[in-house]
């Protein structure tokens, strides 16, 4: 009997350990996507604020490949303790259907949602295709395109497929392992066009590296107002917008709710701090900040437009119905 | 210029940076040193402790690591046969047979003036051009690097040891585990049977310090007991006609190291092999056969990876495209300081272009004295007898490995491979082609693909391309030599044999 008070006490003493102090040792930050590559810059620019309200460090290293469902498939393999965070953009969100990987973000649930991020087609400065016009004209007339991807799944992949369904056009695609290697390609003259996130592309459009064709987007960003909106050329995108990426972090679905509430703090903390206000600006980006059952619901959202579209222009293993992901609504 | 001279001269007026350039050099090669704490790390480690400084101190310092951490991983390649990082494998080819001689102060001695000459080559390559070599460095294509690949595939006759089958095998082996994982590009899993700790793939560094650290302190148990050769520490410094002597081939390396350097996703590990093996076929009458203790196979590798560093900055500064791992995580901390690394950074805050030029020609100057007076000690280090030095190196391995993602099962996996490299060596195998498999093999694999997705996989467009882009001919061209330079015949035209 006293033996059994001695361990009951000492289960104790370690069950508050445990959960009492959390975080008592670094935490692991798993970026799914590479390095120079927006994921990789949000949370490289939110981690440094937010571990000083957590009091521990957060190693943040890039675990890539697979569209990220590498980074997702460890993460969601390692104990639900908050000591494993998953810094995840969009792209879990179509592993079902394109039968990629079974764990996507519902094994998980989002700590923070920071950032949202457009998609710009863009070109080389020395492009022949001076507009989004030209471009398409070019290859429906037949012409080989040749465009940047990042495997299935991700916003190159998603955007590209929405260009090919609405204009009956078929690109070549030549597969990155980020957004930055697809850059680098685009200006040394390895492809011909890509659409990317404007967090990676901002500042390359900004200098005048590459020329911006079109936002992905039903009006123009503020931040790259130059660049037009891909509705002054072609009505035909309206039903599908808006639809971008997002950037978060999440940890496992089981991972206990005092800790949720310590991470969840010091990434709102982080996200309010002039710093990474700074930071947005910088990059160009659109602040989400969301966390809790509106994250959820907004990575939803973009679960239900991205896997019907992509099932519908046939790049879909897998039909959305099959998991569940209901067919969005027309608004 | 009045302007970039200013710009160039705020180091030198600062105390604290001077000091910081200093100290990070100091812990570079210390950590560098030790086997499974790249320079990688210990710049990722330290970069997250400088975000609340000021960004000129975070620069003096992280500029300080990446020169000292660079370095130090060469010193252990040379005392104990166990590279530091991957940069270094090619040094320990030749070094460590140096220090069985007896040599090591001298081989340390010489390699750290070459380094110190290369990596003031690539400094003044990127202060004068960086623009033109950025620009050359963007039009490599997938095609081209997978053409690097192969070159480096053919290391193996180097660094392979005497038996080219025994070779051919390991590289082989390493190839092959590379492909361990997930496709990066379709997601299929290969080789995984299911197990999803092979899902991640495996690690090369994890790879590399269990074939190189724990198999190689394996093997020296076996000659526990046995005096270590005595060291001769008179003539540190080399002499100047043994500087001129290996002057051309510095230059050459460095030049090497600088352009491999600037290619984005490459960096100085691919930079000293291929400098290595450029040595190894095209010196004449090198000091010793290469493999028992060249001083040219010192000096070949070592200029180019420190050419290298000068060279990752190029692409980093001028595009904002990182050269290699550690500028990736340099331009990570620029976005924390509120700064726009990319093509704006040099229109922006142009004076930050200068400031790295100038922190990086001071930690070459505090490498040299650093250097040379860590040599003693260091020396040293190989007269400790083997069966309490063995153990210790096995302990930073496993330390080093854990480090890299705090991940238990990496140690596993790296006292699997030291045991599988102990073996290896055993029966003959060198463990090196196993590494520069495991290294190439991903190269290899993705910009193949590439390389066909852009040719719309079709076979004739895609072989087209090898004769019709200049870069990709002069590549072919310069495989063709390589291979057909091992034959024979050349051999004896050539007057090598």
Same mark, same amino acid.
């Given at each position: 009997m006293r033996k059994l008070g001695v361990a009951l006490l000492m289960a104790g003493v370690l069950a508050g350990a445990a959960f009492g102090a959390y975080p008592e040792k670094n935490i692991q930050g798993y970026i799914m996507w590479g390095a120079g590559g927006a994921m990789d810059n949000v949370s490289r620019a939110i981690v440094p604020i937010a571990q000083e309200h957590l009091?521990?460090?957060? &190693?943040l290293q890039n675990r890539t490949g697979a569209t990220g469902a590498i980074a997702t498939t460890f993460v969601a393999n390692q104990?639900? !303790?908050?000591?494993s965070i998953l810094f995840g953009?969009?792209?879990?969100?179509l592993y079902k259907v394109t039968g990629l990987?079974?764990?996507?973000? !519902?094994?998980f649930e989002p700590v923070f949602l920071m950032m949202a991020n457009v998609g710009v087609v863009i070109v080389s400065?020395?492009?022949?295709?001076?507009?989004y016009r030209e471009l398409i004209e070019a290859a429906a007339s037949g012409k080989t395109i040749t465009m940047g991807s990042t495997g299935p799944g991700g916003l190159p992949y998603v955007a590209t497929t929405m260009i090919e369904k609405i204009h009956g056009v078929k690109f070549n695609k030549m597969q990155f392992d980020g957004e930055g290697p697809c850059i680098t390609a685009l200006m040394g003259g390895h492809i011909d066009a890509v659409a990317v996130g404007l967090l990676a592309a901002a500042n390359f459009i900004h200098s005048g590296s590459v020329k911006g @064709?079109?936002?992905?987007?039903?009006e123009r960003i503020e931040s790259v107002a130059s660049v037009p909106a891909v509705t002054e050329a072609y009505e035909e995108y309206r039903p599908y917008l808006p639809w971008g990426a997002f950037f978060g972090a999440f940890v496992r679905k089981e991972t206990p709710a005092e800790v949720l509430d310590v991470l969840r703090s010091a990434f709102a903390k982080a996200f309010q701090d002039p710093r990474f206000d700074e930071f947005a600006k910088t990059m160009g980006g659109v602040k989400l900040g969301i966390t809790g059952e509106d994250a959820k619901k907004y990575i939803k959202q973009n679960q239900s437009v991205a896997a019907w579209l992509l099932y519908d222009a046939g790049g879909?293993?897998?039909?959305p119905a099959d998991f569940g992901i209901e067919r969005p609504q027309a608004k | 210029m009045e302007q970039n001279l200013q710009y160039f001269l705020i180091p030198f007026l600062s105390w604290e940076m001077m000091m910081l350039i200093w100290v990070g050099v100091f812990a570079g090669i210390w950590v560098g040193a030790i086997?499974?704490?790249s320079v990688t790390m210990a710049a990722s480690l330290l970069i997250s402790f400088t975000f609340s400084w000021d960004l000129n101190s975070a620069l003096a310092l992280i500029c300080g690591v990446f020169v000292g951490g660079v370095y130090g991983g060469s010193i252990t390649a040379i005392l @104990?046969?166990?590279?530091?990082? =991957?940069?270094a494998i090619a040094t320990g080819i030749e070094g460590y047979p140096l220090a069985q001689r007896g040599e090591a102060g001298k081989a340390i001695g010489l390699c750290t003036t070459v380094s110190v000459f290369a990596s003031f080559v690539g400094i003044l390559a990127l202060s004068v051009a960086a623009p033109v070599i950025a620009n050359f460095s963007l039009k490599f294509s997938p095609r081209d690097f997978f053409l690097l690949a192969v070159m480096g595939i053919l290391l193996i006759g180097s660094i392979?040891?005497?038996?080219p089958i025994k070779g051919i095998t390991a590289g082989a082996i390493g190839v092959l585990l590379s492909m361990?994982?997930? !496709?990066?590009? +379709?997601g299929e899993l290969r080789?995984?049977?299911?197990n999803i700790y092979l899902m991640a793939g495996i690690s090369f560094v994890t790879a590399m310090i269990g074939l190189f650290g724990v198999s190689e302190a394996l093997t020296q148990f076996r000659n526990a007991g046995k005096k270590s050769p005595k060291q001769?520490?008179?003539?540190i410094i080399p002499s100047w006609t043994t500087f001129l002597k290996y002057l051309p081939l510095s230059i050459r390396s460095s030049l090497l190291g600088v352009f491999i350097g600037a290619l984005?996703? +490459?960096?100085?590990d691919v930079a000293a092999l291929l400098a290595y093996d450029q040595a190894k076929r095209t010196?004449?009458?090198?000091?010793?056969?290469?493999? +028992?203790?060249?001083?040219e196979g010192i000096v070949a590798p070592e200029t180019a990876n420190k050419g290298a560093i000068g060279g990752a900055f190029i692409p980093m500064l001028t @595009?904002? &495209?990182?050269?290699d791992a550690v500028t990736a995580i340099i331009i990570g901390a620029l976005y924390i300081h509120g @700064?726009?690394?990319? =093509?704006?950074l040099m229109i922006e805050t142009p004076h930050l272009f200068w400031m790295i030029v100038s922190c990086l020609s001071i930690a070459s100057v505090a490498l040299m004295v650093l250097g040379l007076v860590s040599v003693k000690p260091f020396a040293k280090i190989i007269e400790i007898p083997k069966e309490i030095i063995m153990p210790v190196v096995i302990i930073l391995s496993v330390i080093g490995t854990y480090a890299i993602?705090?991940?238990v099962v990496d140690i596993f996996y790296m006292i699997g491979f030291g045991i599988i490299g102990y073996f290896l060596r055993l029966y003959g195998y060198a463990t090196g082609p196993m590494v520069l498999g495991l290294i190439l093999g991903p190269m290899l694999d993705a910009n193949y693909r590439r390389a066909m997705q852009g040719a719309e996989n079709q076979i004739l467009p895609f072989l087209e391309g090898f004769l019709t882009n200049p870069i990709s001919l002069f590549l072919t061209l310069s495989i063709v030599f390589l291979i057909v330079s091992q034959t024979s015949f050349y051999r004896r035209w050539r007057g090598l044999e």
């Amino acid at each position: 009997m006293r033996k059994l008070g001695v361990a009951l006490l000492m289960a104790g003493v370690l069950a508050g350990a445990a959960f009492g102090a959390y975080p008592e040792k670094n935490i692991q930050g798993y970026i799914m996507w590479g390095a120079g590559g927006a994921m990789d810059n949000v949370s490289r620019a939110i981690v440094p604020i937010a571990q000083e309200h957590l009091g521990k460090t957060i &190693i943040l290293q890039n675990r890539t490949g697979a569209t990220g469902a590498i980074a997702t498939t460890f993460v969601a393999n390692q104990p639900a !303790d908050g000591y494993s965070i998953l810094f995840g953009a969009e792209n879990p969100n179509l592993y079902k259907v394109t039968g990629l990987s079974q764990i996507d973000y !519902d094994q998980f649930e989002p700590v923070f949602l920071m950032m949202a991020n457009v998609g710009v087609v863009i070109v080389s400065k020395d492009s022949p295709y001076a507009s989004y016009r030209e471009l398409i004209e070019a290859a429906a007339s037949g012409k080989t395109i040749t465009m940047g991807s990042t495997g299935p799944g991700g916003l190159p992949y998603v955007a590209t497929t929405m260009i090919e369904k609405i204009h009956g056009v078929k690109f070549n695609k030549m597969q990155f392992d980020g957004e930055g290697p697809c850059i680098t390609a685009l200006m040394g003259g390895h492809i011909d066009a890509v659409a990317v996130g404007l967090l990676a592309a901002a500042n390359f459009i900004h200098s005048g590296s590459v020329k911006g @064709l079109a936002m992905i987007s039903s009006e123009r960003i503020e931040s790259v107002a130059s660049v037009p909106a891909v509705t002054e050329a072609y009505e035909e995108y309206r039903p599908y917008l808006p639809w971008g990426a997002f950037f978060g972090a999440f940890v496992r679905k089981e991972t206990p709710a005092e800790v949720l509430d310590v991470l969840r703090s010091a990434f709102a903390k982080a996200f309010q701090d002039p710093r990474f206000d700074e930071f947005a600006k910088t990059m160009g980006g659109v602040k989400l900040g969301i966390t809790g059952e509106d994250a959820k619901k907004y990575i939803k959202q973009n679960q239900s437009v991205a896997a019907w579209l992509l099932y519908d222009a046939g790049g879909a293993k897998f039909s959305p119905a099959d998991f569940g992901i209901e067919r969005p609504q027309a608004k | 210029m009045e302007q970039n001279l200013q710009y160039f001269l705020i180091p030198f007026l600062s105390w604290e940076m001077m000091m910081l350039i200093w100290v990070g050099v100091f812990a570079g090669i210390w950590v560098g040193a030790i086997p499974g704490l790249s320079v990688t790390m210990a710049a990722s480690l330290l970069i997250s402790f400088t975000f609340s400084w000021d960004l000129n101190s975070a620069l003096a310092l992280i500029c300080g690591v990446f020169v000292g951490g660079v370095y130090g991983g060469s010193i252990t390649a040379i005392l @104990l046969n166990i590279p530091g990082a =991957p940069a270094a494998i090619a040094t320990g080819i030749e070094g460590y047979p140096l220090a069985q001689r007896g040599e090591a102060g001298k081989a340390i001695g010489l390699c750290t003036t070459v380094s110190v000459f290369a990596s003031f080559v690539g400094i003044l390559a990127l202060s004068v051009a960086a623009p033109v070599i950025a620009n050359f460095s963007l039009k490599f294509s997938p095609r081209d690097f997978f053409l690097l690949a192969v070159m480096g595939i053919l290391l193996i006759g180097s660094i392979g040891g005497g038996d080219p089958i025994k070779g051919i095998t390991a590289g082989a082996i390493g190839v092959l585990l590379s492909m361990v994982g997930m !496709d990066p590009s +379709t997601g299929e899993l290969r080789y995984t049977f299911g197990n999803i700790y092979l899902m991640a793939g495996i690690s090369f560094v994890t790879a590399m310090i269990g074939l190189f650290g724990v198999s190689e302190a394996l093997t020296q148990f076996r000659n526990a007991g046995k005096k270590s050769p005595k060291q001769n520490l008179d003539r540190i410094i080399p002499s100047w006609t043994t500087f001129l002597k290996y002057l051309p081939l510095s230059i050459r390396s460095s030049l090497l190291g600088v352009f491999i350097g600037a290619l984005p996703g +490459t960096g100085g590990d691919v930079a000293a092999l291929l400098a290595y093996d450029q040595a190894k076929r095209t010196v004449r009458h090198p000091s010793r056969p290469f493999g +028992t203790g060249a001083y040219e196979g010192i000096v070949a590798p070592e200029t180019a990876n420190k050419g290298a560093i000068g060279g990752a900055f190029i692409p980093m500064l001028t @595009l904002g &495209i990182p050269g290699d791992a550690v500028t990736a995580i340099i331009i990570g901390a620029l976005y924390i300081h509120g @700064l726009k690394p990319g =093509p704006m950074l040099m229109i922006e805050t142009p004076h930050l272009f200068w400031m790295i030029v100038s922190c990086l020609s001071i930690a070459s100057v505090a490498l040299m004295v650093l250097g040379l007076v860590s040599v003693k000690p260091f020396a040293k280090i190989i007269e400790i007898p083997k069966e309490i030095i063995m153990p210790v190196v096995i302990i930073l391995s496993v330390i080093g490995t854990y480090a890299i993602q705090n991940s238990v099962v990496d140690i596993f996996y790296m006292i699997g491979f030291g045991i599988i490299g102990y073996f290896l060596r055993l029966y003959g195998y060198a463990t090196g082609p196993m590494v520069l498999g495991l290294i190439l093999g991903p190269m290899l694999d993705a910009n193949y693909r590439r390389a066909m997705q852009g040719a719309e996989n079709q076979i004739l467009p895609f072989l087209e391309g090898f004769l019709t882009n200049p870069i990709s001919l002069f590549l072919t061209l310069s495989i063709v030599f390589l291979i057909v330079s091992q034959t024979s015949f050349y051999r004896r035209w050539r007057g090598l044999e």
